[in-house]
Antibody
Framework: QVQLQESGPGLVKPSQTLSLTCTVS??????????WSWIRQHPGKGLEWIGY???????YYNPSLKSRVTISVDTSKNQFSLKLSSVTAADTAVYYC????????????WGQGTLVTVSS | DIQLTQSPSFLSASVGDRVTITCRAS??????LAWYQQKPGKAPKLLIY???TLQSGVPSRFSGSGSGTEFTLTISSLQPEDFATYYC????????FGPGTKVDIK
């Protein structure tokens, strides 16, 4: 059973960089065949896809966030990470990591989510 | 950008009711549409992918249909555990989600 777990600071100051890590268990990122995504949900609102990475390091970002987002992968630790720069209060959200099989075009496994608040 | 709209945005129903939610795409997305259920404080759960294929373990009272720009999610007989918010999602281009439909108890 694949499991994903987000970790990182729950509070980030405005203008700083938000950094989160997703640890994958029950399956290997480097086995290929899956995209590994970050998705966020503003409080009481809908879902917004941030971007994804393939095990090879290829990335694809939401155009609306592309200038501030970096997603990276560490296959030795079976982790992938999100960095979002120059954050504002509008980046306060629950951040999820999720898996997409390349053939499925949907998110079949999700982490539990972690709330990140941007505040001074 | 492909925009998704859902209707209704809110639905009040009783246990045993048949419920239908519609998702419309701003341009054709073939059958690259998925449906999710989300309960408060939890991550979304995949119900249906490829417009009509039931994810493993999902009860058969859930079904999906459609292609192109119009899709539906149907719950044939609403159960107490089905009261939640439902989202559609497309992956024809970069992924995007609909705004959600909250199903509440009448």
């Amino acid at each position: 059973q694949v499991q994903l777990q987000e970790s990182g600071p729950g509070l980030v100051k405005p203008s700083q960089t938000l950094s989160l890590t997703c640890t994958v268990s029950g399956g290997s990122i480097s086995s290929g065949g899956y995209y590994w995504s970050w998705i966020r949900q503003h409080p009481g609102k809908g879902l917004e896809w941030i971007g994804y990475i393939y095990y090879s390091g290829s990335t694809y970002y939401n155009p609306s966030l592309k200038s501030r987002v970096t997603i990276s992968v560490d296959t030795s630790k079976n982790q992938f990470s999100l960095k979002l720069s120059s954050v504002t209060a509008a980046d306060t959200a629950v951040y999820y990591c999720a898996r997409t099989p390349r053939w499925l075009r949907a998110f079949d496994y999700w982490g539990q989510g972690t709330l990140v608040t941007v505040s001074s | 950008d492909i925009q998704l709209t859902q209707s209704p945005s809110f639905l009040s129903a009783s246990v045993g009711d048949r419920v239908t939610i519609t998702c419309r795409a701003s341009q054709g997305i073939s059958s690259y549409l998925a449906w999710y259920q989300q309960k408060p404080g939890k991550a979304p759960k995949l119900l249906i992918y490829a417009a009509s294929t039931l994810q493993s373990g999902v009860p058969s009272r859930f079904s999906g249909s459609g292609s192109g720009t119009e899709f539906t999610l149907t719950i044939s007989s609403l159960q107490p555990e089905d009261f939640a918010t439902y989202y559609c999602q497309q992956l024809n281009s970069y992924p995007s989600f609909g705004p959600g439909t909250k199903v509440d108890i009448k």
